[in-house]
């Protein structure tokens, strides 16, 4: 009867009772015009589609929030225009590709690549103030098999990068392209925020735990091990060096980098040696959808999707729901924070330091473009414009070549 009387006198602590859930960092998540990062992200070129998406018939494309139309001219030009005619309205999407535009299906008027009118036909002389009118459009590349647009402020347009691990490819090897995203599986439409994906490059600790004890056995031995983890600003993002001591003398040094705005450097997980031959840009649709753009450098056709993770030797599409449940990957450990994480209700730890630093650095550039500065990596001059790329796998001989273990501060 005493024990009764002193337990009903103890409160009951940390309940779910009257439990305020926290708010997302928008500042940080949002990619519309006139956000915060959305602003950051205009400022850089973005892959919005393979190049075989820019083709005869008009194409839907949704990138940072914006819904635009992709078309490649009879002349093979591609373009991106604003979807609306700015005649009476109707969409371009219903709209003829011919060879030196794309033709409003409703009343016939012409658009070049960059917006021109250059026809009007139910006007007399085919529209004699057709200069007049522009089409709102954006400016669009290609390289490495995709199509690249900048949706950024005219006026501090860069170039367009090169990356000198898909430059020189040799005789025996071929750029292949990619849409549906590598590593642990998932859709290739991804229905969450883009910065829960993004800011995952910069967890190695979840490797051991969520890829080598959860989803199956995925990768290899080596990465199941717990590594000892060294994180640290560079000139374009941030940067983790992971050490794992294999136990034959030998020690892995993976190199995995983010760099601004939104590309992801991960080395294979199968640990092919040397430099990393795979860059994937993870590009937001809206605030709650991306797509994953991936270029690798190879002599097989086939390399990325045999590198895509197997849980328990079957694909992610191919598993039952309860397969799902029993063996979740990295979608359902990003999708199921929500549509957009609640980052305030985060506790990040020692082992979350490059997550956070990852924070830190975007605050920094939203501050730094919305006071009129360039952020980090844009080139205006040709002799700038090729990046270096040190993500990968480097198996070395003899002590550690360094590292953070988990709970050591750096």
Known sequence: M???????????????????????????AQVGPGTGYGEVLRRY????????????????VRVLGED????????????????????????LFYGGVEPDGIRCCYHGWLFDPEGRCLEQPCEPGNGL??????????AVRERYGLIWAYLGDPARKPLLPRYDVLENVGPDEQLISDDTGVGGGGPAFLDFNWLQHWENVLDPFHVPILHGRFSGFQFSPEMALMPEVRFEYTARGVRSTQVRALGDGRTLRRVTEVMFPNLRVVASPRL?????????????????????FTVARDADPEFL??????????????????EHQRMPGDYECQKSQGPITLHSDDHLTT???GVAMLRRMMARQIKAVAAGGDPPGVAFSPADDMVAIEGGNYFETGASPGGRPPGTPA
């Not at 070129?45 to 839907?60: E, M, S, T, Y």
């Not at 795979?278 to 605030?287: A, E, F, S």
């Open 351 to 353: 082992t979350d330091q």
């Open 68 to 91: 635009l139309i992709l078309f490649r001219t009879g002349s093979g030009e591609p373009g991106l225009l604003y979807p609306r005619c700015a005649h009476r309205g109707a969409s």
């Open 305 to 322: 999707v045999r590198l895509r993770a197997a849980h328990d030797g079957k694909p992610w599409r191919a598993l039952t729901e309860a």
């Open 2 to 28: 005493e024990d009764s009387v002193a337990d009903s006198d103890v409160a009951d602590t940390g309940t779910a009772y009257g439990f305020a859930p926290g708010r997302p960092n928008l500042e940080l």
């Open 129 to 138: 103030h057709r200069d007049r009118i522009r089409q709102p459009w954006y």
């Open 272 to 292: 092919a040696p040397g430099p990393t031959n795979i860059l994937g840009w993870v590009v937001p649709c809206d605030d709650y959808s991306f797509r994953i």
């Open 45 to 60: 070129w973005q892959p919005i589609g393979l190049a075989a998406d820019a083709g005869p018939v008009p194409r839907q």
